[in-house]
Every structure is written in structure tokens, then in C-alpha cells.
Antibody
Framework: EVQLVQSGAEVKKPGESLKISCKGS????????IGWVRQMPGKGLEWMGI????????RYSPSFQGQVTISADKSISTAYLQWSSLKASDTAMYYC?????????????WGQGTLVTVSS | QSALTQPASVSGSPGQSITISCTGT?????????VSWYQQHPGKAPKLMIY???NRPSGVPDRFSGSKSGNTASLTISGLQAEDEADYYC????????????FGGGTKLTVL
């Protein structure tokens, strides 16, 4: 069974750093792209970027380029999303997702989400 | 990068059919057959309902169908059921700048 299990909710202060994780299981982690999607409170979905764990090829949405870093450790089948200096506007639910049985840009498997709250 | 345009809300009665539109440009919806639709219930992760414009993943009822004409894609739900009440988002591959994928703003479906 394909599963993406994300790390737990985080409460941070502005300026702090953070790295959240997404562990894949039940499939060949290195063979499929994993993406990250942001959902701010009460708002829609935003595509942040995507990584191919096999060779760490990474692409970012221009809106998120330079604001976050996407990485992966294929030895432990885990993808990461990290911030070096959080802002209050980073408060959101963050989902990881992957495409296993479908083609194109679609994500057919999603993590449960990680809620990040940034507040002083 | 502008999000794809969806109506903020649609509604229908049980058993009826509704259609949600998703309008983009020739750089995204109109340029590729890579349009997907997601259903999201409150507090839940999105669920893929349609990919590549009109394909249904395994397990998605055939009440859900997708199509595309020019720069506008559509999701049609026939035989509306109470459990279809949710937010729906479209997405498309895009060649704008370096962005790979863009989402629509989302549509709240209310089953009356």
C-alpha cells in the first residue's frame, strides 16, 4: 500500500528555521516525483515545487523559489521542505504528494498534511 | 503566475448534474492535455478525481467526468449525492516561466 506519512504539527516563532518531512512507503521512492502543496487557512491549493528523489532534480514555483528548500534522502525514503527564516505568512497546511499510477502533473497519493503555525 | 479561474461556488440538488469550469490560457489548460481535478472535504487532504483532462483513477465513480474545450476545462458530476459536497480544484501543467503546475482558486460545491 502506497503511503506518504508527514511529520507532526509545528509551532514556531518568526525568524526560526524549520524542516518538515514526508516519508514514502509501499512503492519505489526513487522512481516518482514528490511535490509539496501549500494551503493557507481558508484558502486554495498552491503548488510549491517538486523533486525527483532518484537524482534530486528539483523545480520550484517562482512564487516559492528562494523562500523554501525541497530536498530528499533516498536512503530513508523521505522528502523534506525547509525554511531558514519563517514568517507569519508561512502559517499554512503543507501537503506532500506523488504520482504513482497516473501520468502528467496529477498527484494520486497525498500525505495527511503538516500544519505549520508561525506566531510570536 | 495567475491561478486558473474557477467559479467560487456552485450548487445542485441530489440527483441533478452540475458542471464546474476551469479557465486558463494557451500556456496551460489550452496548451496541454494535462488537466486534473481534486476533491477536498473539510480537514482532509485533496483526492484526485480526474487526470489528463478526462481519465478517472481507479475507484472514482463514473458520475465524475472531465472535458476540455480551448482554454477551459470542465468537471461534470452527474447524479449528485450528499457526499459530493466539497471543494473542487483544477490544476494544469503550465509552460509559464519555470512553474510546472498551477491550481485553480477552488469551487465550493453545495448539495442542496
Amino acid at each position: 500500500e502506497v503511503q506518504l506519512v508527514q511529520s507532526g504539527a509545528e509551532v514556531k516563532k518568526p525568524g526560526e528555521s524549520l524542516k518538515i518531512s514526508c516519508k514514502g512507503s509501499g512503492y519505489s521512492f526513487t522512481s516518482y516525483w514528490i511535490g509539496w502543496v501549500r494551503q493557507m487557512p481558508g484558502k486554495g491549493l498552491e503548488w510549491m515545487g517538486i523533486i525527483y528523489p532518484g537524482d534530486s532534480d528539483t523545480r520550484y514555483s517562482p512564487s516559492f523559489q528562494g523562500q523554501v528548500t525541497i530536498s530528499a534522502d533516498k536512503s530513508i525514503s523521505t522528502a523534506y521542505l525547509q525554511w531558514s527564516s519563517l514568517k507569519a505568512s508561512d502559517t499554512a497546511m503543507y501537503y506532500c504528494a506523488t504520482s504513482i499510477a497516473v501520468a502528467g502533473e496529477a498527484f494520486d497519493y497525498w500525505g495527511q498534511g503538516t500544519l505549520v503555525t508561525v506566531s510570536s | 503566475q495567475s491561478a486558473l479561474t474557477q467559479p467560487a461556488s456552485v450548487s445542485g440538488s441530489p440527483g441533478q448534474s452540475i458542471t464546474i469550469s476551469c479557465t486558463g490560457t494557451s500556456s496551460d489548460v489550452g496548451g496541454y492535455n494535462y488537466v486534473s481535478w481534486y476533491q477536498q472535504h473539510p480537514g482532509k487532504a485533496p483526492k484526485l478525481m480526474i487526470y489528463e483532462v478526462s481519465n478517472r483513477p481507479s475507484g472514482v465513480p463514473d458520475r465524475f467526468s472531465g472535458s476540455k474545450s480551448g482554454n477551459t476545462a470542465s468537471l461534470t458530476i452527474s447524479g449528485l449525492q450528499a457526499e459530493d459536497e466539497a471543494d473542487y480544484y483544477c490544476s494544469s501543467y503550465t509552460s509559464s516561466s519555470t512553474l510546472d503546475v498551477v491550481f485553480g482558486g477552488g469551487t465550493k460545491l453545495t448539495v442542496l
